[in-house]
């Protein structure tokens, strides 16, 4: 990242801009066209800030449902409160899942540091909140035969027994034992933290319905019994066999605090993009064409790299459960849905909050065929829509007893999966197309792209 | 650098068709004034000076969709344990010993699990020892190895390891030093240890050659530097008589089967950046690739051979997880400079100073500040798709024709030194002086080794606090790296001591800026 470049090349446009207009008068058309462009760019770029606005405001309320029904689940362990905890940890995804195009350009997700000023691309709370694959080990109790990995990186960066069960070493579990050892070693599976530290919790891992494991694996998600929250002599368990009453409780304190501190990562987010208040909000609707082409280039980076790449294309290749992005859960249909969905989002101007109010705003669609590229705007849009079809049937095998760590278990061939893929390949290439189209706006991230330095 | 860029608007505008262009005077004020040294990198250089400075991708390829998802794909493959581990091995996977993409660790204790460190071996010819290969794997999966479970190993690791081959451990000693001053110093001399061999005893002739793994990025840039450009750096006979005789290693190329030139690994035995990689999953994980399709089991390890993973393909990775792993390799960013004042446009004046002093004492004869990069061909493999590999892979442009600052010559230089190994009781004990190994690897003496780089080093302990310095980290500071330097060096080290301390701070102040 070039920290000092944005400004510098827009104000070098700025200057190309105004030397132009001043010495061709006799484009006057031109130039109001251009003033339309301009505003329309303008207002795509403020509904997409008033999008993840509503986006992430969205993920904070759910992450504290989550958070008070983990608290009822505490407060009285039963079969209801654990399946309630978990109905608001799925529930608390779905905002979160469509938020992730927000990524990759810069924004607070990847970028707000702890003391409030933005950094760069990965100095933001993104892995403290979404980071996986996790070894779980290090949290609490794990069965030792599972398809996946449950340890660190580097074995030498294990601590004894794990966080919960050793009393001795770590008396108290509140947020600063929780912070103290996220990466612990300089581990990146030694994640203690967000949504999957609190799955992982919340299901335990995913060992199928006879609590086996084993390489074959069923439609179940991790078997965890509400008993592993029952904090009372003689009934509190971990695994197969009973544990002191205090392994239980140390959980619910894990648990709790995972909770709080999600809350707390997530607040700065959603104030960074306040529309009145908020630092980055205001940051980008001043600046449109670099917003404008943030926009562009997260929905391609999430499309190829992270969705159909990391998330998809790993885990079907290996078959690995372990690659899969909420193994406990089981949820994953739902995070290839859902990042896709927000890809559309961005790309419609669209967004259907918790109440249900349907968002809808100026977009980047209707910016194309404000220029005249009707064609390649009804080629994206009919892409991205083939490609929610594709997620939409692993959404609705997951439902019907197929789940994502199944399917990618018929082999690398499976039809929906790579489907899929190939969907995600195809609508990158129209992505492509759209910034190639917005040059005008998009001029700092091309030129980023094409600049030598050092010449 | 951004001036290229200037350059050409101010052309277009010459050329377009209305009045003359203006010789704006606007263009001063919007020419970049960050000095070209600031992007170590070139193109591949990063602004990220966090714990996470080590592990960034370039601009050019996070906005360049195909390769943004090479580069992801190859980050996550780093850091997963891939199938067909072992049975012997030192890591099961790539960050386990890059941690967070940086250095590895020097165990504290003999108790703690060496696991991102490793010993070399061969006897004072570099010949590898028949009975153990050329490296120690300390470690082998529970199916394997007979010993009883209350090792340290499996203690350590809730019974998944058991202990492979044998056990190393470094301990130190003391040295008392001072400064011309009078200001006194200690460094930490090593000692190597191997014991609890497994396959029976070494050769007689036995040599070890510890390493600690060392931070990853930039080689792709390194790569590609002219051969040319390193044979005109070479001086072996000392011809501009400056003490320093920097050579050329050799080393051999899988894929050409013709000698070529070392660059890689601490005496440069590794041609590319491939062949790095694919002899680091052979020889430290135990997994084999198309370039190293043999188990690293030797004929006397029957139980080695005995528990290859039936499960895992043959060779154990394809050619696909390769060439990702490769590719992300290759394209990690290089930290940018810190130091330097945006709004002032000035250096911090140690910095400055320091070097000035760095010249001065000619640690440039060596540490070789820049370097222009030829064209960085695509993978051997094939260019790299989420379907697959496919012929003609494209040069990496954001590699090409860089100006870059690594502050290496690329060459081996004899550092000083001399070796000797005791055996007592089952335990071989190696004691060195001056940084010498005693192993030599190709034309690369047991004395000699390959001038490292010295971009990223002032955040080598941001991005790990427990890491150190040194081929096998023996320096805990940058100060105590250089207070190690001898042999072609010394004439260096004799000058570096003789600074005053106001010097001396500055010269590490223009270190850590790197």
Request: glycine share 8%.
């Amino acid at each position: 990242m070039f920290k000092h470049n944005p400004l510098m090349i827009s104000s070098t446009v700025v200057l190309l801009i105004a030397l132009l207009a001043a010495c061709q008068p006799q484009q006057s058309e031109n130039v109001k066209d251009n003033t339309r462009v301009k505003e329309l760019s303008a207002g795509v770029v403020k509904h997409n800030s008033d999008l993840a606005y509503a986006i992430y405001s969205d993920s904070l309320m759910l992450a504290e449902v989550l958070h008070d029904d983990i608290l009822l689940l505490i407060d009285s362990p039963s079969k209801k409160t654990l399946h309630n905890a978990r109905q608001s940890w799925i529930a608390a995804r779905e905002p979160y899942g469509q938020s992730e195009v927000y990524r990759f350009r810069g924004g607070p997700i990847d970028a707000l540091k702890a003391d409030g000023s933005m950094g760069e691309d990965g100095e933001g709370p993104e892995g403290r909140i979404n980071a996986w694959p996790l070894g779980e080990a290090l949290i609490d109790y794990v069965a030792t035969n599972i398809d996946g990995n449950a340890g660190p990186e580097n074995p030498a960066n294990t601590i004894q027994g794990n966080l919960i069960a050793n009393v001795q070493d770590y008396p108290q579990i509140n947020r600063e034992v929780i912070n103290q050892f996220y990466e612990y070693g300089e581990d990146e599976r030694n994640v203690t933290t967000g949504y999957h530290a609190i799955e992982f919790l919340l299901w335990g891992q995913d060992v199928n319905s006879d609590s086996k494991g084993g390489f074959s694996r069923d439609s179940t998600p991790g078997q965890r019994p509400y008993t592993y929250y029952l904090a009372i002599e003689g009934q509190c368990t971990s695994g197969a066999i009973k544990v002191d009453a205090q392994i239980c409780e140390r959980r619910g304190d894990y648990l709790i605090a995972a909770s709080e501190m999600l809350i707390d990562d997530l607040a700065p987010i959603v104030a960074a993009w306040q529309p009145q208040t908020g630092e980055h909000y205001k940051t980008l609707v001043q600046n449109p064409s670099d917003s404008l082409a943030g926009m562009l280039e997260s929905m391609g980076r999430l499309s190829f790299g992270e969705l159909a790449g990391e998330r998809i294309n790993i885990s079907l290749a290996t078959d690995s459960q372990e690659d899969e992005h909420s193994c406990f859960s089981d949820n994953t249909h739902r995070d290839i849905f859902l990042n896709a969905k927000g890809i559309e989002n961005t790309y419609l101007g669209t967004y259907q909050k918790i109440d249900g109010t349907m968002l809808k705003g100026p977009s980047i669609d209707s910016l194309l065929r404000e220029i005249g590229q009707v064609s390649l705007a009804d080629e994206l849009t009919k892409r991205l829509d083939s490609t929610m079809q594709a997620a939409s049937q692993i959404d609705a095998q997951a439902k019907n007893g197929k789940p994502f760590d199944v399917l990618i278990q018929e082999g690398v061939q499976q039809s929906d999966i790579s489907a899929m893929i190939e969907r995600l390949v195809k609508q990158t290439d129209s992505i492509e197309k759209a910034i190639d189209a917005l040059a005008v706006s998009t001029q700092s991230l091309r030129q980023d792209t094409e600049q030598k330095i050092g010449e | 650098m951004r001036l290229a860029y200037i350059g050409s608007l101010s052309i277009y505008l010459g050329l377009s068709a209305c009045s003359p262009a203006p010789s704006s005077p606007k263009t001063e004020s919007l020419t970049p004034s960050m000095p070209l040294e600031i992007f170590s990198g070139g193109d591949a250089t990063t602004f990220v000076s966090s714990n996470d400075a080590f592990s960034q991708r370039p601009n050019a390829i996070a906005k360049n969709f195909r390769l943004d998802g090479a580069f992801t794909t190859g980050d996550h493959l780093f850091r997963s344990a891939q199938n067909g581990v072992g049975p012997l091995f030192n890591n099961p996977n790539c960050q386990g010993c890059h941690l967070n993409d940086g250095r590895g660790v020097v165990p504290t204790t003999p108790q703690t699990l060496m696991t991102s460190m490793l010993f070399k071996l061969g006897d004072s010819l570099g010949k590898p020892d028949p009975n153990y290969g050329d490296q120690l794997q300390p470690f082998a999966l529970n199916r394997v190895a007979t010993l009883n479970e209350s090792s340290h190993v499996s203690m350590a690791t809730n019974g998944l390891w058991r202990i492979g081959e044998g056990t190393a451990s470094v301990s130190f000693e003391i040295k008392n030093g001072h400064y011309s001053d009078g200001e006194a110093y200690q460094l930490r001399q090593p000692i190597y240890r191997v014991s609890g061999l497994q396959y029976g005893p070494l050769s007689s002739d036995i040599q070890f050659s510890p390493r600690v793994a060392p931070q990853v990025f930039g080689v792709g840039l390194l790569e590609a530097i002219p051969i040319e450009t390193l044979k005109a750096q070479a001086d072996p006979n000392d011809t501009n008589k400056d003490g320093i005789s920097g050579r050329i290693a050799i080393a051999y190329d899988i894929l050409t089967q013709l000698p070529s030139v070392g660059r890689f690994a601490y005496k440069a035995q590794a041609p590319s950046v491939l062949q790095q990689v694919a002899s680091a999953f052979s020889g430290d994980s135990g997994i084999t690739s198309s370039l190293l399709e043999n188990p690293t089991c030797l004929p006397t390890q029957a139980d080695c051979l005995a528990n290859l993973d039936e499960n895992s393909d043959i060779p154990d990775i394809n050619n696909e997880v390769l060439a990702f792993i490769e590719f992300y390799n290759r394209t990690l960013a290089v930290p940018a400079r810190r130091g330097y004042n945006t709004d002032t446009h000035k250096w911090q004046e140690p910095i400055i100073r320091g070097q000035a002093l760095f010249n001065k004492i000619n640690c440039q004869g060596c540490h070789v500040a820049q370097h222009k990069t030829g064209v960085a061909k695509g993978s051997a493999l094939g260019a790299i798709t989420l379907q697959g590999l496919s012929d003609n892979a494209t040069p990496i442009e954001v590699l090409s024709e860089q100006t870059i600052f690594p502050y290496t010559d690329m060459l081996v230089h004899d550092m000083g030194g001399e070796c000797e190994v005791t055996l007592s009781d089952g335990t071989y004990t190696q004691q060195c002086s001056g940084l010498a190994d005693g192993l030599p690897q190709g034309n690369v003496s047991g004395s000699e080794w390959r001038t490292p780089p010295l971009w990223g080093i002032g955040l080598v302990q941001t991005v790990n606090p427990n890491a150190t310095f040194l081929h096998d980290g023996r320096a805990r500071t940058i100060e105590e790296a250089v207070l190690w330097h001898g042999g072609e060096a010394t004439q260096s080290l004799k000058q570096f001591k003789q600074l005053s301390k106001n010097e001396r701070s500055e010269l590490l102040a223009f270190l850590g800026s790197l």
